[in-house]
């Protein structure tokens, strides 16, 4: 397994920045594409950003395009989204995924390509 655990969220005003992390324990994690995504209540989970395991092709929702950076470090086993120029729209939990299986390696954009998730973190936007 892979658990993930997610941290950075918090009340940030318009405009502001966040960077939030996905510490992976586990030894897959560094071999396996990881991805975030965000659900706001009472809407459907959505894609933001995806990076494959290599950390040299990323992938990001037309919504934070630009906005939204998406990394990672395989030698401490950790992902990384940092935030900036955020939006009262951009106030959701933000969970991290890994994939797992014989194509783990790259990214994706669908969230039914990743098996392990963390709990969340809330990101609040003010305006």
């Known amino acids: 397994q892979v658990p993930l655990v997610e941290s950075g969220g918090g009340l940030v005003q318009a405009g502001g920045s966040l960077r939030l992390s996905c510490a992976a324990s586990g030894r897959t994690f560094s071999t396996s594409a990881m991805g975030w995504f965000r659900q706001a209540p009472g809407k459907e989970r959505e894609f933001v950003a995806a990076i494959n395991w290599r950390g040299d092709s990323t992938y990001y929702a037309d919504s934070v395009k630009g906005r939204f950076t998406i990394s990672r470090d395989n030698a401490k086993n950790t992902g990384y989204l940092q935030m900036n120029s955020l939006k009262p729209e951009d106030t959701s939990v933000y969970y991290c995924?890994?994939?797992?299986?014989?194509?783990?390696?790259?990214?994706?954009?669908?969230?039914?390509?990743?098996?392990?998730w963390g709990q969340g973190t809330q990101v609040t936007v003010s305006s």
């Open positions: 995924a890994s994939r797992w299986g014989f194509n783990r390696y790259e990214a994706s954009p669908d969230g039914n390509a990743y098996a392990y």
